[in-house]
Structures are given as structure tokens and as C-alpha cells.
């Protein structure tokens, strides 16, 4: 369902599912509520258990056609398909608009993964499999579940957010052989310089927590790291330019 100008609802249904300060007869649904949260992951599984092979890309919904950063993400989008995986993004614009664009224009399959917001317009037009979410949780599932690495494109906090998500997956074991590639050198190298001589210095998190992360400028390079670690060829954590 798609709703636009005053129809668009005050709050989203992840906020009245984690606000305890709801009124009580919405707190009194939850158990009804179970029954959509499974409705969604049901109706993920279903679009995309034939995918195949698929990549999951993030990046900014607000860096625009004027930023290299766009031209970037379409290329990236193209070579992933022609490397025989689909694109998997979060069907918004900006940075996943351009993935999207890549994906569909090399003949690729190119897929959208949607999430009620206040500010989303929908789909992008570049998107031939779409799936829209009400939870957070049940979409980032899909993300992981269906990819076989996930590439990261310059963000703001769910690009963040989705990318330490696949790194405590990949710490805790929850999945294995998952290449994760931070595109744009200067973008990721402050982030993870702070990462060892913060985290890795004081003993929350080891170095070889970040063995499979790839950061780089270069497409080629961030496509033949996912497909090495999809053979079983997982490299060491490396940084070109």
C-alpha cells in the first residue's frame, strides 16, 4: 500500500510497536501483531527464495545524480550484475536508486526491499522486484538471509547501522564467509582507524573482527572480493585506492 501527502500516517508501525508508552489497548494487540510480523517475513521468503545469487548494496538516500558517489553505485550495480548476482538494495533513492539503475540497464535482476517511513516515496523506478516492510527487523533479515556479501556505499546512520549489523553477525558466527566491502577510501578509513586504536586497543573487539572487510575506491576490486569469498577464497583484509 502506498500513501502519500496527508494520508501518510503520524507515526510508523515500528513506533507503535516499540513505544511502551502506547495506550493500553494498542499494547494489547501485540499478540494480533505477531500474526502481520509473520505475514512479512512469509511474503520475503516467498519473492525472494528463487533470487539466487544476490548482493546486498547500501548507501545514502540523500546524495543525489550530482555526486560522485552516484556514479559510483551505478557502476557498482552494473558489475555486480554482469558478475551473475542480483542487486539487492533498500528500493529508496540516492545511492540505492543509482545500484538499482546498474543492476537493471546490464540486464541484472534488480531488487528493492522497502520500509514504511515517513519520508520514503516508495520504490524507485529502476527496481523489477520489489518487497515493502512495516519492521525493520523482518526487512534485515532479507538483506542477509539472500546475499552473499554486502557492499557499502558512503551513508549516514542506516547504512551505519546495517553495516556494524553484518559485523556482529559475522563476529558472533551467526553467518560465515561474508565479505562486507566499504566503498570510498576516505570515506571508511577514519571510521575504522578508530575502530583499532579505540576498540581493537582497549580489547572490545579483535582485529580479526575486521578480516573481512574490504575498503576500496576500486569496482572491480569490491566485486572480485565478493565473488572470491563466495568460491571459498576469502583474502585478508586489504585497503587499495
Do not use: C
Request: net charge negative; charged share 20%.
Amino acid at each position: 500500500m502506498t500513501l502519500r501527502g496527508a494520508r501518510v500516517p503520524v507515526r510508523t508501525t515500528d513506533q507503535w510497536l516499540l513505544d511502551t508508552r502506547s495506550a493500553p489497548d494498542w499494547l494489547h494487540t501485540d499478540p494480533w501483531r505477531v500474526m502481520r510480523i509473520q505475514a512479512e517475513f512469509i511474503e520475503g521468503f516467498g519473492a525472494l527464495a528463487e533470487l539466487g545469487p544476490a548482493v546486498s548494496i547500501f548507501g545514502s538516500a540523500r546524495l543525489g545524480a550530482d555526486d560522485p558517489a552516484y556514479q559510483l553505485a551505478e557502476q557498482l550495480g552494473r558489475a555486480v550484475a554482469e558478475a551473475g548476482y542480483a542487486v539487492i538494495t533498500g528500493g529508496g533513492p540516492g545511492l540505492m536508486e543509482a545500484a538499482n539503475k546498474g543492476a537493471l540497464e546490464a540486464g541484472g535482476v534488480s531488487v528493492g526491499l522497502g520500509i514504511e517511513l515517513p519520508f520514503e516515496t516508495g520504490l524507485n523506478q529502476y527496481v523489477d522486484l520489489g518487497v515493502n516492510f512495516r519492521y525493520f527487523f523482518a526487512r534485515k533479515t532479507m538483506f542477509v538471509k539472500y546475499a552473499r556479501g554486502f557492499i557499502v556505499l558512503p551513508g549516514g546512520l542506516g547504512t551505519l547501522d546495517e553495516m556494524f549489523e553484518a559485523l556482529t553477525l559475522v563476529q558472533t558466527g551467526k553467518i560465515t564467509s561474508f565479505p562486507i566491502v566499504l566503498m570510498g577510501v576516505e570515506h571508511w578509513t577514519g571510521l575504522l582507524d578508530w575502530l583499532r586504536a579505540t576498540l581493537v586497543a582497549r580489547g572490545t573487539m579483535s582485529e580479526s573482527d575486521l578480516a573481512g572487510v574490504l575498503v576500496t575506491d576500486d569496482v572491480a576490486a569490491a566485486v572480485d572480493f565478493v565473488v572470491r569469498a563466495d568460491n571459498g577464497l576469502f583474502g585478508e583484509q586489504e585497503v587499495s585506492s
